[in-house]
């Protein structure tokens, strides 16, 4: 079972939000996952994108063998460099 931690879109049209979650690579986008860890509005209205995320639970599942995609990968870069 390979493991991705991914971006599952929700929202309206034009305004997207997503969930943050770990589900496996043959899954759909936004079908069955494993957990959710945080969220992600990239259009939070005036302020910075809106991000919240559990570096918990993203470090853990990465160490059990999860990969982030690219966005995921910026996001938890950006939450690293929040937290320190």
Same mark, same amino acid.
């Given at each position: %079972?390979?493991?991705?931690?991914?971006?599952?879109?929700?929202?309206?049209?034009?305004?997207?939000?997503?969930?943050? =979650? =770990?589900?496996?690579?043959?899954?759909?986008?936004?079908?069955?996952?494993?957990?959710?860890?945080? !969220?992600? !509005?990239?259009?939070?209205?005036?302020? $910075?994108?809106?991000? $919240?995320?559990?570096?918990?639970?993203? $470090?853990?599942? %990465?160490?059990?063998?999860?990969?982030?995609?690219?966005?995921?990968?910026?996001?938890?870069?950006?939450?690293?460099?929040?937290?320190?």
């Amino acid at each position: %079972m390979a493991l991705k931690i991914r971006l599952q879109r929700h929202g309206s049209i034009h305004h997207p939000a997503y969930r943050i =979650v =770990v589900a496996e690579s043959k899954a759909r986008r936004d079908g069955r996952f494993v957990e959710k860890i945080g !969220n992600y !509005n990239p259009q939070a209205r005036g302020q $910075t994108p809106f991000c $919240t995320l559990s570096l918990e639970r993203a $470090t853990y599942w %990465m160490g059990v063998g999860a990969k982030p995609t690219d966005t995921v990968r910026t996001l938890l870069v950006q939450k690293r460099r929040e937290a320190s």
